[in-house]
């Protein structure tokens, strides 16, 4: 059996904190799940959006304390798949789907296949993966947009089943692009910890505001935007669109700007662990 380096057998066991986090957030999405079978869509849109809080602090939580571990990343990855996968695929088949038959269920699928797949082809790139950018929707941006999306649909009483053909598009175009080759902005190169003027705290406060005043809009507007802006982003990216640019192997597209020698390896956390962050 190893030792320490002080000669003293290491304790077995699983880390409480960040793994209660990586819990709450599982919670959240099996929550959405059966809020959306009972008719109840708000209460099931914001379990989700919990769920993503709850995502962002596990692995946050577990740097801080040091406490990352290989059975924290696999829970991690298993609470992400229900929360951005199956839960925001339920939800919409539950609510504008369900009437459809055979498209309605396989929209649905799509997206949940789709996730699987992205978390899949995430948890691969360890080490690998350009710090600016996400290769693919993230699954909960891509879990941001069909929340909201029957977030606003509810508050404003419209009926999903009348729009169940368009909302079924844009639930199998969502999971689509969580598995294309479109570059997104990770935000990585924000220094979070660096300081700022005081007019962008006034600016925050003001933010905070707005979103508070019409949350579901507002989300709606900004993972809808952000859903956009990976196809934009890679067309201006590169002289000729081809199809590796849009899906295929991560090896098949070069992503890289003209001045390569710019761009550098690296790792970063996912949940409860050391990898590219997905989330």
Known sequence: MSKNDNGTTPKHGIYLLPNVL???????GFYAVVSSMNGHFISAAVAIFIAMIFDGLDGRVARMTNTQSDFGAEYDSM????????APGLVAYNWALSGFGKFGWLAAFIFVACAALRLARFNTQVGVADKRYFQGLASPAAAGVIASLVWVGTEYEIKG???????????IITGLLMVSNFRYNSFKEVDWKGKVNFVVLLLIVLVFVVVASSPENILLIVFGLYACSGPITTIRSVKKLKLEHVVGDDTDADFHQRNTSSSTPHTEQKGNSVESKDN
């Open 161 to 171: 089943e009348q729009y169940g053909f368009i909302i079924g598009l844009i639930t």
């Open 79 to 86: 609470a992400d798949m229900v929360s951005f996968g199956i």
């Open 22 to 28: 990586t819990t709450a957030g599982l919670f959240s």
